[in-house]
């Protein structure tokens, strides 16, 4: 599911046209487009993460409850703890997210700069943006 993280420089590489291409092709759009691309798939990734810790969650809840009446019981225990690691793997996970996300984000972001900012002067930022013509 981090395909599109994982390739960003690839990808804004083969869809933003080079200077003998930028006639046949709108690299506003482009750049939108991509855009909407990362925030699917962030948002997408970031639900399934925190639909699966939820998930994981109510099961350590429940074998806690059921180990509070089960105290010797060494299988229920066992599968306590397993649980218990997977929740922490799936919360360390939304971490990791996060520093994915962050380092596509400053790569597009950097990328809109570049093409739609050189000299850096007025640039709101965003996607979507007219390409500064320098006058």
């Not at 350590?60 to 218990?84: F, I």
């Not at 939304?94 to 520093?99: G, K, M, R």
């Not at 596509?104 to 979507?128: A, D, E």
């Amino acid at each position: 599911m981090r395909t599109i993280d994982d390739r960003i420089v690839h990808e804004l590489n083969t869809t933003i046209p080079t200077a003998s291409f930028v006639g046949k092709v709108d690299p506003g759009q482009t750049c939108k487009e991509l855009y909407e691309s990362l925030t699917a798939a962030h948002t997408s990734r970031e639900r399934i993460i925190k639909n699966c810790i939820s998930q994981t969650s109510a099961v350590v809840k429940t074998l806690k409850e059921e180990r509070e009446k089960a105290d010797e019981d060494v299988a229920l225990l066992k599968q306590l703890r397993k649980e218990q690691t997977k929740l922490k793997l799936m919360q360390s996970e939304l971490n990791v997210e996060e520093v994915v996300n962050d380092r596509s984000w400053k790569v597009l972001s950097h990328l809109i700069v570049v093409m739609f900012c050189p000299n850096r002067q007025s640039c709101t930022g965003g996607v979507g943006l007219v390409p500064y013509e320098a006058g």
